[in-house]
């Protein structure tokens, strides 16, 4: 079993920066995939970024040039560092997994940070 949890939300006035972490523990030994989601409600949860175990990274439009992915492959963890926020960005952010088990793919969620982008 695996478990994510994600840290470092909050409220933060516009213009100002924030930066996420999101931790995978438990029986792993290779993360294909670590991504960012974000949702607010009402809409359907949307992709802002991901990165392979291999550093290949993909980001939404609407935050290119703002926000950056990382991630630390040995500590199984994935970072996003957020710039010049908008208040659309304000959503409940989740940290997602893609861990090989096998044969299969597993997907695994964090249970979500809440990110607040008013002044």
């Known amino acids: 079993q695996v478990q994510v949890v994600e840290s470092g939300g909050g409220l933060v006035q516009p213009g100002g920066s924030l930066r996420l972490s999101c931790a995978a523990s438990g029986t792993i030994f290779t993360i294909n995939l670590m991504a960012w989601y974000r949702q607010v409600p009402g809409k359907e949860r949307e992709l802002v970024a991901d990165i392979t175990s291999g550093g290949r990274i993909n980001y939404a439009d609407f935050v290119k040039g703002r926000f950056t992915i990382s991630r630390d492959n040995a500590k199984n963890t994935v970072a996003l560092q957020m710039n010049s926020l908008k208040p659309e960005d304000t959503a409940i952010y989740y940290c997602?997994?893609?861990?090989?088990?096998?044969?299969?793919?597993?997907?695994?969620w964090g249970q979500g940070t809440q990110v607040t982008v008013s002044s």
């Open positions: 997602y997994a893609r861990v090989p088990s096998g044969l299969r793919l597993i997907d695994y």
